[in-house]
C-alpha cells in the first residue's frame, strides 16, 4: 500500500511545474551563455515520514535569486532540477539512488552579490545559472560523476488528428482567477500543470506553441515529443487528462480520459510512435551525501 503511494506521490512531482518547465534534452554545445555561479553555503539531509506515513513535498526555486529550498526530492528529481531531464532519461544510478524511500531536503544559497547577477540575467541564463549551481553542489555532496550519450530509441511525433486542431487562438483565453492566486505576481508560464495524480490533471496553456506543448508532454510520456503539427502559431487550451494510455483508463466514466485519448478528442492532436535519437543522463558514480 505505501509502495502505491510513494509511486503515485512521485509521478505527481516529476509532473510538477518545476521539473515540466525544464528543457527535456542535453544543452546545446552553442549556447553562447556559459554559467559559472555556484552556492555559498547548502545543507542537505534525508527526509522522514509523518507519523501518519504522509510525505509532503514542496518546492522554492525563484529563478533570479540565488534561494534554493527541495523538500523531499527524490535522486531522479535533483538530477532532473540540476540537468533539465526527465526520470527516463537517466541511467545508471544504483539501488539506493532509484528508491523512492530515499528522499532528501535541500536548502541552498548565495550571498546578496549572486542575488544582484541573477537578477540582470535574462530568464535563460539565470535558468542555466541556477541549473549549474545544482549541478555543483551534487557534484561535491553526492560526488556525482556523470556523462551524456545518444542513443536511438522510442520517441512521440506529435500530430494533427484526423479532423483538424481544436485549439483556440493566443490570447482569447484569458487566466482563472484561481491561476491568478495561485501564480501571485510571478509571470504565468505558457504552459502549466495543475491538479493530482489520483483526480486528474489540467494543462493550461495561454499562447503556447507547439514546441512548448511537445516539451511539456515530454515529461508526461517519459520520452521526447517531437513537434510535427505544423502549426506555427500560439495557442490557448486547458487539457483534462488522467494517466498516459489505455493502461491508465478509469472505468469511472466522471474520471478524465488518459492523454493519448484526451488530446485527439479535446485537442484535435495525437502521438505517434516513432524511432528516434535521444540524450540520456549516465550515471558512472553517486554517494549519498556528505554531512553537512
Same mark, same amino acid.
Given at each position: 500500500m505505501r509502495g502505491a503511494f510513494f509511486a503515485a506521490v512521485f509521478a505527481l512531482l516529476c509532473a510538477c511545474d518545476t521539473c515540466a518547465q525544464q528543457p527535456a534534452a542535453k544543452p546545446s554545445a552553442q549556447t553562447a551563455y556559459v554559467p559559472s555561479m555556484t552556492f555559498d553555503v547548502a545543507s542537505i539531509r534525508e527526509g522522514k515520514l509523518a507519523a501518519d506515513g504522509s510525505l509532503t513535498l514542496s518546492f522554492a526555486d525563484p529563478p533570479h535569486s540565488s534561494l534554493l529550498r527541495l523538500t523531499n526530492y527524490d535522486v531522479p528529481n535533483l538530477l532532473a532540477v540540476a540537468y533539465g531531464v526527465e526520470r527516463a532519461q537517466i541511467v545508471g544510478l544504483p539501488d539506493w539512488a532509484r528508491s523512492p524511500f530515499t528522499f532528501f531536503i535541500v536548502e541552498a544559497k548565495s550571498d546578496v552579490s549572486a542575488d544582484e547577477k541573477l537578477a540582470k540575467l535574462t530568464d535563460e541564463q539565470a535558468k542555466l545559472e541556477k541549473q549549474h549551481m545544482m549541478q555543483a553542489l551534487l557534484a561535491d555532496r553526492f560526488q556525482l560523476k556523470m556523462h551524456w550519450e545518444t542513443k536511438e530509441g522510442m520517441i512521440y511525433d506529435l500530430v494533427v488528428a484526423k479532423g483538424g486542431?481544436?485549439?483556440?487562438? /493566443?490570447? +482569447?483565453?484569458?487566466?482563472?482567477?484561481?491561476?491568478?492566486?495561485?501564480?501571485?505576481d510571478r509571470k504565468i508560464p505558457p504552459i502549466h500543470q495543475q491538479g493530482s495524480s489520483w483526480a486528474g490533471f489540467d494543462l493550461i496553456a495561454h499562447q503556447c506553441s507547439m514546441e512548448s506543448l511537445g516539451k511539456m508532454l515530454t515529461?508526461?510520456?517519459g520520452a521526447p515529443v517531437v513537434d510535427k503539427t505544423g502549426l506555427t502559431g500560439t495557442y490557448d487550451?486547458?487539457?483534462?487528462?488522467? /494517466?498516459? +494510455?489505455?493502461d491508465d483508463a478509469s472505468d469511472d466514466p466522471k474520471m478524465p480520459r488518459p492523454l493519448t485519448e484526451a488530446l485527439p478528442d479535446q485537442l484535435g492532436l495525437k502521438l505517434q510512435a516513432a524511432k528516434g535519437e535521444k540524450q540520456v543522463l549516465v550515471i558512472d558514480h553517486i554517494e549519498r551525501p556528505s554531512a553537512n
Amino acid at each position: 500500500m505505501r509502495g502505491a503511494f510513494f509511486a503515485a506521490v512521485f509521478a505527481l512531482l516529476c509532473a510538477c511545474d518545476t521539473c515540466a518547465q525544464q528543457p527535456a534534452a542535453k544543452p546545446s554545445a552553442q549556447t553562447a551563455y556559459v554559467p559559472s555561479m555556484t552556492f555559498d553555503v547548502a545543507s542537505i539531509r534525508e527526509g522522514k515520514l509523518a507519523a501518519d506515513g504522509s510525505l509532503t513535498l514542496s518546492f522554492a526555486d525563484p529563478p533570479h535569486s540565488s534561494l534554493l529550498r527541495l523538500t523531499n526530492y527524490d535522486v531522479p528529481n535533483l538530477l532532473a532540477v540540476a540537468y533539465g531531464v526527465e526520470r527516463a532519461q537517466i541511467v545508471g544510478l544504483p539501488d539506493w539512488a532509484r528508491s523512492p524511500f530515499t528522499f532528501f531536503i535541500v536548502e541552498a544559497k548565495s550571498d546578496v552579490s549572486a542575488d544582484e547577477k541573477l537578477a540582470k540575467l535574462t530568464d535563460e541564463q539565470a535558468k542555466l545559472e541556477k541549473q549549474h549551481m545544482m549541478q555543483a553542489l551534487l557534484a561535491d555532496r553526492f560526488q556525482l560523476k556523470m556523462h551524456w550519450e545518444t542513443k536511438e530509441g522510442m520517441i512521440y511525433d506529435l500530430v494533427v488528428a484526423k479532423g483538424g486542431p481544436k485549439l483556440h487562438p /493566443g490570447g +482569447s483565453m484569458p487566466p482563472t482567477p484561481g491561476e491568478l492566486q495561485s501564480w501571485g505576481d510571478r509571470k504565468i508560464p505558457p504552459i502549466h500543470q495543475q491538479g493530482s495524480s489520483w483526480a486528474g490533471f489540467d494543462l493550461i496553456a495561454h499562447q503556447c506553441s507547439m514546441e512548448s506543448l511537445g516539451k511539456m508532454l515530454t515529461g508526461q510520456m517519459g520520452a521526447p515529443v517531437v513537434d510535427k503539427t505544423g502549426l506555427t502559431g500560439t495557442y490557448d487550451f486547458d487539457l483534462r487528462y488522467k /494517466g498516459r +494510455s489505455d493502461d491508465d483508463a478509469s472505468d469511472d466514466p466522471k474520471m478524465p480520459r488518459p492523454l493519448t485519448e484526451a488530446l485527439p478528442d479535446q485537442l484535435g492532436l495525437k502521438l505517434q510512435a516513432a524511432k528516434g535519437e535521444k540524450q540520456v543522463l549516465v550515471i558512472d558514480h553517486i554517494e549519498r551525501p556528505s554531512a553537512n
